[in-house]
């Protein structure tokens, strides 16, 4: 009964492929987010997504495009994958978007490009 | 900008031993704050959290206190033990949503 799921766990792919990070949540929350951690594990968000709809679009190359088909989803697609998008990427949900609401997190996916 | 910043890793310890990892923030209005945990080769888990000027949040032997003053939200435990090797985040969320991280403090519990 895992509460945020992720797939895959790792992912390896070349240069300039095309890929996609799929996750699930099982929490009924409202909100869901990607997150990106690098090597110095420093963690740094991507996209929010409330009820389907985009909230929160940080400074990320156009390559990066999130999918909400419901609000249990929330995939992750990346083209033309480059060297410096190798990094765990997380993704978490929160019950609400408020300040009170603490994130949940998936285990995250390991994307190395080589 | 909203930022977080902790105290620089690794920190190493012996077992049973007093633990303090700093952190403070800068935050536009009145962000909740939380310590998160990595442990190896898995996601974060929320270890605390608290939503208002003097709260303490407390989980398994850890304790943080929200001190607007002086803005920090400061993590202790008394008896570390091995198990609790892992990275510790700080964070603050406001009511737009995004939850910031501080750069994380990887902490090392030697037998």
């Known amino acids: 009964d895992t509460a945020v799921s992720q797939t895959p766990k790792y992912l390896v792919t070349q240069m300039g492929n095309d890929k996609s990070i799929k996750c699930e949540q099982n929490l009924g929350h409202d909100t869901m987010y990607w997150y990106k951690q690098d090597s110095k594990k420093f963690l740094k968000i991507m996209f929010s997504?409330?009820?389907?709809?985009?909230?929160i679009n940080e400074t990320v190359p156009n390559r990066f495009s999130p999918k909400s088909p419901d609000k249990a989803h929330l995939n992750l697609h990346i083209n033309s994958l480059e060297l410096g998008d190798s990094a765990v990427y997380f993704c978490?949900?929160?019950?609400?978007?408020?300040?009170?609401?603490?994130?949940?997190f998936g285990n995250g996916t390991r994307l190395t490009v080589t | 900008g909203d930022s977080v910043t902790q105290m620089e890793g690794p920190v190493t310890l012996s077992e049973e031993a007093f633990l303090t990892i700093n952190c403070t923030y800068t935050a536009t209005g009145y962000p909740s704050l939380f310590w998160y945990v990595q442990y190896p080769g898995e996601g974060l888990q929320l270890l605390l959290k608290?939503?208002?000027?003097?709260d303490k949040g407390s989980n398994k032997g850890f304790e943080a206190t929200y001190r607007k003053e002086t803005t920090s939200f400061h993590l202790e435990k008394g008896s570390v033990q091995v198990s609790d090797s892992a990275v510790y985040f700080c964070a603050h969320k406001g009511e737009g949503g995004k939850l910031i991280f501080g750069q994380g403090t990887e902490l090392s519990v030697k037998p």
């Open positions: 608290a939503t208002k000027a003097d």
């Open positions: 997504y409330n009820n389907k709809e985009l909230i």
């Open positions: 978490a949900s929160s019950q609400r978007t408020g300040r009170n609401s603490p994130l949940h």
